[in-house]
């Protein structure tokens, strides 16, 4: 089966970096998926990685390695409104379907 | 573009009670997800239908089943209901299925359980 390991949560101040990390063990894996969920909201869509390396938009970053099943969202200049849930997920198997990790609750603080 | 609609957006059932719920992706999209999610628990997969096939199957009882019509629309239904169901369901629309362009999601029905 599969499984992804994040921390549950994690708290900045504003202004800060901040680094969530997801490992995973997965067969037939093809990439990386990370989604940020506000309280009562849609998760919404952040990045992809399928090859090992670093991808950036914006203020926002994703790293893959997939020799070392480990990847992280990296936040920089963060916000009072990136408090939210960020979800580490991984595409894997036939049908390459969506499988995600708990989650990670990131608190901003002013 | 009209996003991902998910109706009802709240429902309060009794135990062993049926419920059905429904999604309605963004046009142009054929695959449908649905998961659950419940607090600490990330979201649950729970089935994808594409081109009106079930795809794929989560780890879920048979009390759990969907269906996708035609114009893509997607019916997710939960019979013989318990407490331990209460839950956001989540659907989420895509393409082809496939992770790289992302998932859109529903703003899911919250489904209470008494």
């Known amino acids: 089966g599969q499984s992804l390991e994040q921390p549950s949560e994690v708290t900045a101040v504003e202004g800060a970096i901040v680094q969530i990390n997801c490992t995973y063990q997965?067969?037939?894996?093809?990439?990386l998926s990370w989604y940020q969920q506000h309280d009562g909201g849609a998760p919404t869509f952040l990045s992809y990685?399928?090859?090992?390396g670093l991808e950036e938009t914006g203020r926002f970053s994703s790293f893959l390695s997939r020799s070392d099943s480990y990847g992280y969202l990296l936040l920089q200049e963060l916000q009072m409104k990136d408090s939210a849930s960020y979800f580490c997920?991984?595409?894997?198997?036939?049908?390459?379907?969506?499988?995600f990790g708990s989650g990670t609750q990131l608190t901003v603080l002013p | 573009k009209a996003g991902v609609t998910q109706t009802p957006r709240y429902l309060i059932k009794t135990r062993g009670q049926q419920v059905t719920l429904s999604c309605s992706p963004i046009?142009?999209?054929?695959?449908v997800s649905w998961y659950q999610q419940t607090p600490g628990q990330g979201l649950q997969f729970l089935f994808e239908?594409?081109?009106?096939?079930?795809?794929n199957k989560g780890n879920f009882p048979g009390r759990f089943s969907g269906r996708q019509f035609s114009n893509s629309r997607s019916e997710m239904n939960v019979s013989t209901l318990e407490l331990g169901d209460s839950a956001l369901y989540l659907c989420a629309s895509s393409l082809e299925g496939q992770a790289n362009y992302g998932y859109t999601f529903g703003s899911g029905t919250r489904l209470t359980v008494v």
């Open positions: 239908y594409f081109s009106e096939t079930q795809r």
């Open positions: 997920a991984v595409s894997s198997g036939s049908a390459r379907q969506l499988t």
């Open positions: 046009s142009g999209h054929r695959s």
């Open positions: 997965t067969s037939g894996f093809y990439g």
């Open positions: 990685n399928a090859l090992d």
